[in-house]
T-cell receptor, first 116, second 117 residues
């Protein structure tokens, strides 16, 4: 069974440009999460989808970030326009929807974003 | 609110020595606790998790962790380090988002483990 897949694995863009990251969760996982780790800091929660609905977007840093999950399958995270401080690793994760905090959350390998 | 503190951003051990990675948490609800590992150029992989059953939790690759409520700790140990254990390790606590339980994680800062021959 395929794990959580993310694309692209690495991206280098100029300040002011737009980047779109894509995440394909494990098949059947209704929970989908985005996390981010900027250099030297801890991994931080960005937002959480349940199917196609945003359950919690309290971690989104500002309105330059837009996440979508049309149809409740894959998700995209768009950064427009990108700023230098957006550089970091963006992780996508998914889990089954069973109402338990103890569910295993499976992570992808991350999308490394560098803004120059 | 929840928080996690990992004591020591870098830990270095010799091959065959005990591995001890420290994690302390703060949680306003009974915590669910996790240890994840990130090997070079890979994603996060779950090592083990505590979900209010046995306080001593065994995970993959010979790792285990003990939940100690009185000390608010969830330290990760392995009796004998292997070179292949070199990686970054993350402790995390599960939050209770919006009154329901969806497994939103709060992470510690990470600990890089180096294993010397």
């Amino acid at each position: 069974e395929a794990g959580v897949t993310q694309f692209p694995s690495h991206s280098v863009i100029e300040k002011g440009q737009t980047v779109t990251l894509r995440c394909d969760p494990i098949s059947g996982h209704d929970n989908l999460y985005w996390y981010r780790r900027v250099m030297g800091k801890e991994i931080k929660f960005l937002l959480h989808f349940v199917k196609e609905s945003k359950q919690d977007e309290s971690g989104m840093p500002n309105n330059r970030f837009l996440a979508e999950r049309t149809g409740g399958t894959y998700s995209t995270l768009k950064v427009q326009p990108a700023e230098l401080e957006d550089s970091g690793v963006y992780f996508c994760a998914s889990s089954q929807l069973t109402g338990s905090r103890g569910n295993t959350i499976y992570f992808g390998e991350g999308s490394w974003l560098t803004v120059v | 609110a929840q928080s996690v503190t990992q004591l020591g951003s870098h830990v270095s051990v010799s091959e065959g020595a005990l591995v001890l990675l420290r994690c302390n948490y703060s949680s306003s609800v009974p915590p669910y606790l996790f240890w994840y590992v990130q090997y070079p150029n890979q994603g996060l992989q779950l090592l083990l998790k505590y979900t209010s059953a046995a306080t001593l939790v065994k995970g993959i690759n010979g790792f285990e962790a003990e939940f100690k409520k009185s000390e608010t700790s969830f330290h990760l140990t392995k009796p004998s380090a292997h070179m292949s254990d070199a990686a970054e390790y993350f402790c995390a606590v599960s939050s209770n988002a919006g009154g329901t339980s969806y497994g939103k994680l709060t992470f510690g800062q990470g600990t890089i483990l180096t294993v010397h021959p």
